[in-house]
């Protein structure tokens, strides 16, 4: 019975070595830690950075065509601070802007109201409609590229995590995408089907130059953030 207990207790430990050994080896491979150059460890503890890497990970897997990533981008806002974006994916077709919440529990809303509700067990909570946040940051990008002699076709994705329950959310004309992780690359395929190629190779790469400078702000741009962000919550 003790050797039957040990070597269940060994099967397990193996079991968990092989997960983490895999898990970190498509970490390493992963555009994610290529583009942020941030730590395994670091990232899995950050709920928000690691609901990004999750769905960075379906979108290197099964996005098609020629495409480049920029995560948490500050893209400026005049003279008025920053807007951070989650995930852009600079493609052949266009540009996705990703805004990724990980959540659990149950999301309900429309495409026109002003706040969603996020029920979790014992407690239900309001938040920003994303859509209308994402807006927000499209308007930016379009302008800062414009600056840059750039006019690209842009589109809004809103992305929960697999945990997260969505009901049924009624878009009320928003040109948008919102899905879960696992889906957002089919749902993406399917709209980048209708879209026409704008861009070369070598143009996906210069606006990716471009944007991913952007990924590397300041401390006082980060600081001018934070208070931009502030002022607008309150």
Known sequence: MITWSIAGIALIGLLIYLYKTRESRRYRR?????????????????????????????????????RRFVFNAYIPCGNKGSTETDILMIHEKGIFVIENKNYYGKVKGKGDQAYWTHIMP???????????????????????????????????????????????????????????????AVKINRKLRHMEKILTPEEVDQVHRILKICASP?????????????KLQQ
């Open 218 to 230: 300041n401390w006082w741009e980060k600081r001018s953030h934070k208070k931009y962000v502030k």
């Open 30 to 66: 992963s555009e994610y830690r290529a583009e942020t150059g941030k730590r395994r460890k670091k990232v899995e503890r950050d709920k928000g950075t690691s609901g990004e890497y999750q769905t960075s990970l379906v979108l290197e897997k099964v996005i098609k065509g020629n």
């Open 122 to 184: 014992g407690r239900t909570v309001t938040f920003f409609n994303p859509i209308f946040q994402n807006e927000g940051h499209i308007r930016q990008l379009k302008r800062f590229l414009k600056e840059k002699g750039w006019e690209i076709p842009i589109v809004s994705v809103i992305v929960f995590n697999d945990r997260a329950r969505l009901g049924r959310i009624p878009l009320k004309g928003k040109e948008a995408i919102v899905c879960r992780s696992r889906r957002s």
